[in-house]
Nanobody, 127 residues
Framework: QVQLVESGGGLVQAGGSLRLSCVAS????????MGWFRQAPGKEREWAAT????????SYADSVKGRFTVSRDNAKNTVYLQMDRLKPDDTAVYYCAATWSSGAFLRPTNRETFNYWGRGTQVTVSS
């Protein structure tokens, strides 16, 4: 069982930056691929980024590619999402998610693949 707690959200002006953190409790963090998803008001939860269990593989949605960077520190059971050049369209609740991964470089993107979810952290970008 994995429990996830996100932090780092807040209010920022367009063009600014935020770094989200997600701390996992439970064993074997290094065996989980980690994803970041977001959900804006009135919209479906959408995938933003994934990092493989090894940390050597990353994938990004087109909407965040080149602006967001996902990373992890397995020694600290933590995954990060560095968000730069933020836009008002990035306003959403951001969720961290985990899925047991059989491959060191696998980077799942399907929401249904992820078994464990945090409660989310609000990011608001003002224009």
């Amino acid at each position: 069982q994995v429990q996830l707690v996100e932090s780092g959200g807040g209010l920022v002006q367009a063009g600014g930056s935020l770094r989200l953190s997600c701390v996992a409790s439970g064993p074997n963090f290094g065996y989980y691929a980690m994803g970041w998803f977001r959900q804006a008001p009135g919209k479906e939860r959408e995938w933003a980024a994934t990092i493989s269990r090894s940390g050597f593989g990353t994938s990004y949605a087109d909407s965040v590619k080149g602006r967001f960077t996902v990373s992890r520190d397995n020694a600290k059971n933590t995954v990060y999402l560095q968000m730069d050049r933020l836009k008002p369209d990035d306003t959403a609740v951001y969720y961290c998610a985990a899925t047991w991964s059989s491959g060191a470089f696998l980077r799942p993107t399907n929401r249904e693949t992820f078994n464990y979810w945090g409660r989310g952290t609000q990011v608001t970008v003002s224009s």
